[in-house]
């Protein structure tokens, strides 16, 4: 399944776990990724995010949402959007990349359609994580996540 399948919404819907901060992206995804970045990892607590690629043109958050730049600065998304009540991660996005955010799918209200299309910035993936052999692998950020001429490692 691509992000433009039939079975991916035209608009996805979210919260975090305490509901005090509700966000919604119009449009279909446009792609879906299990990222592995040490970003991702050190705010998550876990060997990867499962996000969705979404168009911030149409990202929309109501409620006591903070966003905090994290030091971690070896990926191309270090911004990310937390609850400011229960701490739960929402979304990440880069001030270098300001067309996409990238929704934590777990946060998602029906994410049943959420099916990665490849493993992204596999160079960090901990030796731990079990990753889907039927996905491709990515070394670092896939295209639409790249800024011609910027390489973080």
């Known amino acids: 399944m691509d992000a433009a399948s039939p ?4 608009d996805i819907r979210g919260q975090c776990a ?23 990892q050190h705010a998550s607590g876990t060997g990867f995010v499962p996000v969705v690629v979404a168009a911030s043109a149409g990202f929309r958050v109501e409620g006591p949402c903070r966003e905090q730049a994290f030091a971690e600065k070896k990926t191309n998304h270090p911004l990310r959007g937390f609850c400011a009540q229960c701490g739960s991660q929402l979304y990440a996005r880069s001030e270098l990349l300001p067309g996409v955010v990238l929704v934590h799918a777990a946060n998602l209200d029906d994410s049943d359609f959420f099916k990665p299309i490849a493993d992204i910035w ?32």
């Open 122 to 153: 596999t160079l960090a993936a901990r030796s731990w994580t079990h990753m889907d052999h039927g996905i491709p692998k990515v070394l670092l950020a896939p295209p639409i996540l790249e800024k011609e001429g910027v390489v973080r490692i």
């Open 7 to 10: 079975t991916a919404p035209a």
């Open 18 to 40: 305490c509901g005090a901060v509700h966000f919604s992206c119009s449009g279909s995804p446009l792609a879906m990724y299990n990222c592995h970045c040490l970003s991702c």
